[in-house]
């Protein structure tokens, strides 16, 4: 600044300066407007509370300020605001302790963010106003921007220039905040469904809805046709899914008969292959999403000898595995999700993320307070469904979350 106002008055230019957040800034002098050739503007719509005010207030050489006072629009303010201003500038020694605390929860939310971006890539930048901006990847841009939302904490991503940043404004009451990114970055739980999350069920499941439709009604439905019935909502348990496509062409089928029909493909039945067989991870056979320090759980729609099975296929080993047989209602129903918070006593405070890929999931997690992340396996479409649905971020792939927790 020193040199800026050195080079300015050699040059015979003016300088305006922008001192909106200076009662943040804590700084030991600020009284550039005594310079030559300076002129600061200040508000009272940042520190004062009066932004809906629309009053502001020019410091300087008083020449310089006659000549832009020439410039204004004859009352440009009203008599009202004029008085609420002179009100609050009565008041500013009262002020300071306000900026003080404001200052010291900036440093608290900085510091803490800035330890988490050691490790996930967020760089926090010098602040000295009531805010704190930080660049991030477009993930955890999303991410943090859907949960402070849902937390009723307001915060910009629309910053001009700046696609990868979040700007957060400092409350005096910072402790919701901080509930809000430990809950983020520091969550006690996950728990994740498994069908198209932890393994690839397009040659298994889905080609068994697509065996048990042609069975009954000899017409052979499209894989995506699948995807977009499931993606209606109400059919994450695909034995209703698959009655309820045989009755869209026509054919009315009971929920077992159509359940020992679809079984008799996925499983085998009369010395042909089982379509379980096909299944393949998504997963990383490395990955440390499961006994990472967190609590971990898998929580499906898979009746239970199915979720063990697919469990043993993925070489994990979970707290806690929630089948269909064990609970009265499955998703998108909370019940089996709250149940694991229960064992777990989560409370409203703590943080705990729940993956899936379909609208059932979202809804699901959403019902019981989680963290939502979508698995849409790089469909576009997808991505927007299980936005729609409530999703706080959607990946590509699982593996993605381990990235963004390294």
């Avoid at 998703?331 to 777990?344: A, H, R, T």
Wanted: net charge negative; charged share 20%.
């Amino acid at each position: 600044m020193e040199s800026l106002l050195v080079a300015a008055d050699q040059a015979g230019a003016k300088v305006f300066l922008d001192e909106a957040y200076i009662e943040f800034a804590e700084l030991d002098e600020s009284d550039w407007f005594n310079r030559p050739g300076v002129v600061c503007l200040r508000t009272f719509s940042k520190a004062f509370g009066l932004a809906g005010a629309r009053v502001g207030y020019l410091l300087g050489d008083a020449a310089w300020l006659n000549v832009i006072r020439g410039m204004t629009m004859p009352f440009n303010v009203s008599t009202a605001n004029l008085q609420l201003a002179a009100q609050a500038w009565a008041c500013r020694d009262q002020l300071a302790a306000y900026c003080r605390t404001i200052a010291q929860n900036r440093e608290r939310v900085a510091d803490y963010l800035s330890a988490q971006g050691m490790a996930r890539g967020i760089t926090v930048n010098p602040s000295k106003g009531n805010f704190v901006l930080i660049r991030v990847s477009a993930e955890w841009k999303q991410l943090i921007a859907s949960v402070m939302k849902k937390q009723g904490i307001q915060i910009k991503t629309a910053l001009g220039g700046l696609p990868y940043c979040l700007r957060i404004t400092i409350p005096y009451d910072v402790k919701p905040v901080m509930a809000a990114l430990k809950a983020i970055f520091e969550p006690v739980a996950m728990a994740f469904d498994m069908d198209g999350v932890l393994i690839d069920t397009s040659l298994s499941y889905d080609l068994a809805i697509v065996d048990t439709v042609k069975s009954f009604t000899g017409q052979t439905v499209s894989i995506e046709a699948i995807v977009e019935k499931r993606s209606q909502g109400g059919f994450n348990n695909d034995w209703v899914l698959a009655q309820a496509m045989i009755a869209d062409l026509g054919q009315s089928e009971t929920l077992q008969t159509v359940t020992d029909v679809f079984q008799g493909f996925y499983l085998g039945a009369d010395g042909q292959r089982g379509r379980f067989n096909d299944e393949v991870n998504l997963l990383r056979d490395d990955s440390t999403l499961f006994g990472a320090g967190k609590k971990c759980a898998v929580v499906t729609g898979r009746p239970k000898f199915e979720a063990k099975q697919g469990v043993k296929q993925l070489g994990v080993v979970p707290d806690h595995v929630v089948s269909l047989d064990d609970v009265k209602n499955g998703k998108p129903d909370p019940e089996g999700i709250l149940w694991l918070q229960q064992q777990w006593q989560i409370n409203a405070e703590q943080g705990m993320y729940f993956t899936g890929d379909n609208v059932d999931d979202m809804q699901a997690g959403n019902a019981a307070g989680c963290i939502c992340v979508g698995i849409a396996g790089g469909s576009a479409s997808q991505k927007d469904v299980l936005y729609q649905a409530g999703a706080d971020v959607v990946l590509d792939n699982i593996n993605q979350l381990e990235e963004l927790f390294q």
